[in-house]
C-alpha cells in the first residue's frame, strides 16, 4: 500500500528547519503512524480522541460499519456511546484547559483594506454563547436545522458554533448561491430558520443579501412551507443608524459594541447602501436580540453520531445533495488533518482562503483550526481587489505561516506574472497548500518557486465534500513532493484503484478511485435520502466508496488524480484525462487556462475538443493552434492529440471556480440545450463560446 522506500531525487523535500520539530518529521513516521492507523484503529485514535472533551466515553467499537450494499444497508458509526460537543472543544476547552482565553482566534480582514477586526477565543465564545442563547428564545431546538446565508464576517462563525452549541444542525448556503439556490436548500432540509445580512461587498461589487433571501422565502411562502423567522446581521449597514434595517420592530436602540470597534471604512460611505427589506412578522435584528441576551450557555451533550451539519454539493442528476455530517468523527478528522497536514505548531497564523461556505471552510476555517486552537486570517474579499497583490500584503501583515488556497486562483494570479507577489516579503510562509481539483505542474511550481520562493512545501490536498477532511495528501515534512500529485492516504484512509470491472489493479496503474473502509470523517448520508447515497457511492462496485474520480499510481506509489471519472475520455480503447492534455495545453507559455472534454468520433470512439484561454494580450492564430497540438502530442503522445480546438477568453465556472465541463461537452456537440445553467457564475461566456466555435468540428 504505502511504498517501503520514496525516491530522493526528481521530488521536493521540507527544508531542515521545517522538518525540526515537526509532528510527522520523516517518511519512515509516517509509514509507522499510517499502518497502525489500519491496523490498530481503536489505538491509533483512541490516542487523538484524549486531547478531547467527553463528557461520556464511547463504548463500542470506534468505528463499525457495513461498506458492501450486498449485505445490507450502508452505516458508518464512530464511538458508540461517547457524548461530546464540537463548539464546546473548540472554545471552552482551549480557553480552560489550554489557558487560550487571550489568543486571537480570528483576525478579520474585510474587502475594503484597513477594514478590521481581531476576535480572542473568549471573546467568540462569549458572542457564540450570546447567540446560541438567541437561538435558543426563538424558539430552535436540537436536532433542528437552521440556514445560514451570509458573507464571510465573525458572526457566520459565531452562528455555526452557536448552532453546534445547542445541537441544532447548520446548513450554510454559499453567499453566492442565488435565490433558487437557496431555496432549493432551505426546502430539502426543512429549515425552520434563515439567518442572514443586509448584505457586502465583493470587491467593488455590492451584493443586497437580505434582498436575495427574501426571494428564497418568498418562494418557500408560495409552495406553502414558510420559513418561521429570519435573523439580519447589519453588516454593512452597521454605521447608518437611519437605514431602513435600524429601525425593524422593535426598533434597535444602538449599534452592538463590539461593532464600534469596527474602524470607520471611508470608501463604503460613498458606496450605494444594500436594499433592505423588512417585514416585521419575520425578521429578527442579530443586534437588538444579542443585545439582551446572557454570556452563558452550557452546551447541549450529543451523541457521537447526533448531526452536526449538512452543506450541499452538486448531483450529477442537477439536484444538489445533502451531504450529512456527525459529531464525533468529524471533530477528530477535521482536527487531526489540520494538525498534521499543515503541521500546525502554536504560534502558527493560518489563512484560508476559501469561503466558509464550501466544506473547506467548515473543515479548514472553522472547525479544524478551531479545535486545535489556531489564529487564522478570516478574509472578506477578492485576491483581485483592490489590485492583484492583496493576497501577498494580507500575508505581509499578519505574518502568515500556513496559506491554503484553489488552483484556480493560482493560475489567476499567474497571469499577471511574479512582480504583485514580489511587492510583498511573504518570508513568514512556511507551508502551502491547494485543494479543489487537480493543480497543473506549470502552477504547481509557480506557486512553489514564485510565492514560496523554494523554502515552503506545497502540500497537494485531495478531498471532497464528502469525505470531511484531506483524504489524499502530502505531510508537510514527511512526503517528498511530486508536482501535481496528491502523494499519499492520510491515516485510516485505504484507497485503490479499480479498472471497470471493479478489480483491484495493482503497481503502476489507472481507473476509478475508491476507498475500502471507512475513515472517522466520511459522510453518514445524503440527508432525508439514504437510498440516494447508497447509490451515489456504494453500488457501482459493492464493498468500496467511490469518489468519481480518475487516478493513476505511478511507479513510486504516488497518486496522481486524474480528474472525475465523468471526465475521463476512452480514445482509441486507451483511458485519457481531460486533466492530463489541460496541463499539457497550459504549459504553453500563450495560455493561461485550458479546458477539455469528450466528442464522440466514429473510429476513436471519443475524441478531443480543447478550449483554451490565452494570456492577456496574445493574439489566436492557426499557427498558434498548430503548436499547441504539436505540444499536447510530446507530452503525452500521438494518442492525446487535440482533434478540435477554440479560442474561449471566458470558461462557463461555478461560483467556486470550478469549470462546467458538462456545458463544454454541449458546446463541442454543437447542443443548444445546456441543462440546468443555474450554478454558473457569468452566463455571457456561453454565447461567445457557441460563436467561437471549431468551424471543423459540425
Ligand atoms: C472534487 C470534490 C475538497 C474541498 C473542495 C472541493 C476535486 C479536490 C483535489 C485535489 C485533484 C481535487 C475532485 C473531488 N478535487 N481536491 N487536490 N486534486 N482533484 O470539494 O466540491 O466536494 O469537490 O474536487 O474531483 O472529487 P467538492
Redesign the pocket.
Known sequence: MIPDKVPQEDVYHAPQDLVKGAHVPNFEKYKELYLKSIQSPEEFWGDIAKDFFWKTKHTGKFLDYNFDVTKGNIYIQCMEGATTNICYNALDWNIHQRNLGDKVAFYWEGNEPGDELKVTYRELLHQVCKFANVLKSVGVRKGDRVSIYMPMVVELVVAMLACARIGAVHSIVFAGFSAESLFERIMDSQCSLLITADGFYRGDKLISLKLIADDALQRCRDKGVPVEKCIMLKHLSKEQPDSPAASPSPPAKRPCPDLQETPKDKVRKIRPKAQVPWNPEVDLCWHTLVDGASEECEPEWCASEDPLFILY?SGSTGKPKGVLHTVSGYMLYAATTFKLVFDYQPDDVYWCTADIG???GHSYITYGPLTNGATSVLFEGLPTYPDMSRMWEIVDKYQVTKFYTAPTAIRLLMKYGSAPVQKFRRDSLKVLG??????NPEAWQWYYSVVGEKKCPVV???????TGGHVLTPLPAATPMKPGS?TFPFFGVVPAILNESGEELEGPSEGYLVFKQPWPGIMRTVYGNHQRFEATYFQKFPGYYV???GCRRDQDGYFW?T??IDDMLNVSGHLLSTAEVESALVEHPAVSEAAVVGRPHPVKGESLYCFVTLIDGVAYSTTLETELKQQVREKIGAIATPDYMQNAPGLPKTR?GKIMRRVLRKIARNERDLGDVSTLADSSVIDQLFNNRCPTAV
Open positions: 454539493t464550501w466544506i473547506t491547494t485543494v479543489g481539483e487537480p493543480i497537494d490536498t485531495f478531498w471532497q465534500t464528502e496528491a469518489t468519481g474520480d488524480i480528474g472525475r467556486s
